[in-house]
Nanobody, 124 residues
Framework: QVQLVESGGGLVQAGGSLSLSCAAS????????VGWFRQAPGKEREFVAG????????YYSDSVKGRFTISGDNAKNTVYLQSNSLKPDDTAVYFC?????????????????WGQGTQVTVSS
């Protein structure tokens, strides 16, 4: 069993930055894929970024490519999402999720473990 806890959300002005964290307990991320998703009110949950833990390979949605960076810290068993040049459209609850395996997928239903989410609000 894996427990995920996100932190780092908040209110920021457009153009600003936030760093989100996803700490895991229960077992290490080794052998897992970790993804960040977001869900805005009235919208479906969407893939933002993912990382293959064992190789460090990263993947991004087109909407955040070049602005967001996903990374992992093996010693802390934590995944980060550095979010720069934030826009009002980035406002959402951000979730981290993990799945056993080596393929980053963008479908939320393919992930086994989820955190409780952290709110990111970008004001214009």
């Amino acid at each position: 069993q894996v427990q995920l806890v996100e932190s780092g959300g908040g209110l920021v002005q457009a153009g600003g930055s936030l760093s989100l964290s996803c700490a895991a307990s229960g077992r290490p991320f080794s052998g897992y894929v970790v993804g960040w998703f977001r869900q805005a009110p009235g919208k479906e949950r969407e893939f933002v970024a993912g990382i293959r833990w064992n190789t460090g390979s990263t993947y991004y949605s087109d909407s955040v490519k070049g602005r967001f960076t996903i990374s992992g810290d093996n010693a802390k068993n934590t995944v980060y999402l550095q979010s720069n040049s934030l826009k009002p459209d980035d406002t959402a609850v951000y979730f981290c999720a993990s799945k056993l395996g080596y393929v980053v997928v963008t479908t939320p239903g393919r992930y086994d473990y989820w955190g409780q989410g952290t709110q990111v609000t970008v004001s214009s």
